[in-house]
Structures are given as structure tokens and as C-alpha cells.
């Protein structure tokens, strides 16, 4: 370095202050010089290992979504496995009706598992089903399964609905007719007179207006599921009745409470009511036997899938 330093001075005619300077901008251009370069080297480097990384991660994205495919292959595999293991079940057919039975039920019908899960929560959210047709609004329910049970529900279907209505006017305009070409009062309908709903018969309820062969029937039929009136209001239960025709039944119909009411035993294993759905009933059921017998109608509310509004409905039909 002192002969450098000498150099300088000899060749420059520098001092010794002016030499020392002179080294020091000399070292700091050379660096000013290499940085760049420096720079531009480093810059190049990083930038091959980010396109590494990008490449890994492309690699990396590529496999997990080639092991999802996978997946979701095995997830159908499994589910056409499934559904193909369902289709072996043994199927038994049966008179039934949807608002009155469970799971397991639809599974003898022949429904997949699934599809059963799928209507008992259609049922706990959209309430009963009033026609057989109703039974398509589930999602997937297949068509040629609805055909092989249509004959098997016991629900009115709506074309069923459509024959009924066109009957009672046919019948209202028969009678109409007999009345204007019979003699005065001679064939007349006869005057509806006060009688026992719990105990008339089909021929007495048709004395009523409004009422025809079809809805005489129906009344008498849900009469004995229900185990007899205890309210007049109960008509209004009845498929297909009017407001008009239950004003009109309640200007002659009365009860005899004590002499209609079939009573059932609730802590009886057969024990099933009209006004307890099947899902409610099966709940019961097994809190019973828990928790032993029923001793008072409120207990049924210990099972919280009763409340009030069942409880009010069902208790004149129970017995402990």
C-alpha cells in the first residue's frame, strides 16, 4: 500500500493528504462500479428460485387436485354401491298411510335409506300429506316406485277429489230433478232432524245439505280411526268438509261423549291414535319404557315431541 501511495504522489505531484483522498474516492467508485453487477447476479438467483417455487406449487396443486378426483370417484363408488345394496333389500308392499309411518316402514316399501331420511324431514317441516300425489313433491322420489305404491297409500288422490266434488253436484242435481218432476212432497228429501254424531250413519248424514254419498263416508270412516267426536269442531278435520257444511251438520248434530269415546291405553305397546303421527308416537314410546308409564295426559309432555296443542287434541282418547 506505501508504494502505491508513493506512486501516486510522485506521479500526481499529490500530497500526502491529497494521496490518502484520492484512495478512498478510487475505493468507493470501484464499489459503486460492482454493486450493479452484484445486484443484477442476486436478482437472477431469486428469481430461478421463485420459478421453483411456482413450479412446486403447480405440482403440488395438481396433485391434490388429481387426489380429490379420486375422491370423489370412491364418495360415487360407494354411493352406487349403496343404492345397489338398498335395491336387494326384500320389499314388502302393504297397505299404508305416509302420515303414519316411519323409516323403517318406507325402507320394507322399498324406499333407499336416504330417500326415507329425506320424506320424515319433509314431514316434520311441510306437515302432513293430504293426497297420494303429494308423495312426487319429494326431491328424487322415483316415478316407477310412486306407480308400484300409488294403489297402496291410503290418501284420497286428487283426481279422486275432482269425482267427488262432480258427484255431489250430479247427485244435488238428480235430487233437484226428482224434486221438480215428482208430485208436490211426495218424493221430497226428508227434514233433517236432531240426532247423535257419534252414532248417525251414512243415511242420516246425508239428510244434511251439502252432504252426498261420498262425504257421508268419509265422515263415518274417520269417525272410527278417530275413536268418536268429543267436539263438533272436529268436523273441520274431516278431508274435503266445507265451513258451510259443518255451520249446517251443527244445526242438528249433538254428542253423547260419554257413550262415543273409544278410550285407548297409552302405555299399551299397540296403542296409536290418528292424532299422534307415527314419528311422535315411536318418541313416546321409548321414553316410556325408560322412564316407566304414563300416569296423567300432562306427562306426555315430559317427552318434548308433545306439546300443548297435541296434548288438547289427544287427551279425551287416552287412558293409564
Known amino acids: 500500500m506505501e508504494k502505491i501511495k508513493h506512486w501516486i504522489r510522485n506521479y500526481f505531484g499529490f500530497t500526502i493528504i491529497e494521496t490518502n483522498g484520492f484512495l478512498v474516492l478510487a475505493i468507493l467508485m470501484l464499489i459503486l462500479i460492482l454493486t450493479p453487477m452484484t445486484l443484477k447476479t442476486f436478482f437472477k438467483k431469486r428469481e430461478l428460485s421463485n420459478i421453483q417455487d411456482v413450479a412446486l406449487l403447480n405440482q403440488t396443486v395438481a396433485q391434490i387436485e388429481s387426489q380429490e378426483k379420486n375422491n370423489d370417484?370412491?364418495?360415487?363408488?360407494?354411493?352406487?354401491a349403496e343404492k345397489t345394496e338398498e335395491k336387494t333389500v326384500n320389499v314388502e308392499l302393504f297397505a299404508f298411510n305416509p302420515n303414519e309411518i316411519g323409516e323403517e316402514e318406507w325402507e320394507k316399501?322399498?324406499?333407499p335409506k336416504f330417500l326415507a331420511k329425506r320424506i320424515e324431514n319433509f314431514k316434520s317441516k311441510a306437515g302432513k300429506f293430504r293426497y297420494k300425489e303429494d308423495l312426487q313433491k319429494i326431491y328424487d322420489f322415483p316415478p316407477e316406485t310412486y306407480e308400484k305404491l300409488a294403489s297402496y297409500i291410503e290418501l284420497p288422490s286428487k283426481s279422486e277429489k275432482f269425482d267427488s266434488k262432480t258427484n255431489d253436484q250430479q247427485n244435488l242435481a238428480s235430487n233437484e230433478k226428482q224434486k221438480s218432476d215428482a208430485p208436490a212432497n211426495k218424493y221430497a228429501k226428508?227434514?233433517?232432524v236432531i240426532?247423535?254424531?257419534?252414532?248417525?250413519?251414512?243415511?242420516v248424514l246425508k239428510q244434511i245439505k251439502g252432504i252426498g254419498t261420498v262425504l257421508s263416508e268419509r265422515i263415518v270412516s274417520f269417525r272410527e280411526k278417530l275413536g268418536g267426536f268429543y267436539s263438533l269442531e272436529q268436523l273441520n278435520d274431516v278431508y274435503g268438509i266445507s265451513p258451510e257444511t259443518v255451520l249446517e251438520i251443527k244445526k242438528y248434530a249433538r254428542l253423547n261423549k260419554d257413550a262415543g269415546i273409544k278410550k285407548v291405553n297409552i302405555n299399551s305397546d299397540n296403542f296409536k291414535h290418528l292424532y299422534l303421527p307415527y314419528n311422535v308416537f315411536k318418541t313416546v314410546n321409548s321414553y316410556r319404557k325408560q322412564h316407566g308409564n304414563f300416569s296423567k295426559p300432562e306427562d306426555l309432555l315430559k317427552t318434548k315431541v308433545v306439546d300443548e296443542k297435541i296434548l288438547e287434541k289427544i287427551s279425551p282418547y287416552l287412558s293409564f
Not at 370417484?73 to 352406487?80: E, L, M
Not at 240426532?195 to 243415511?203: G, K, V
Open 73 to 80: 370417484f370412491d364418495q360415487k363408488k360407494q354411493y352406487f
Open 109 to 111: 316399501l322399498g324406499i
Open 190 to 192: 226428508k227434514e233433517a
Open 195 to 203: 240426532f247423535d254424531l257419534n252414532q248417525a250413519d251414512t243415511s
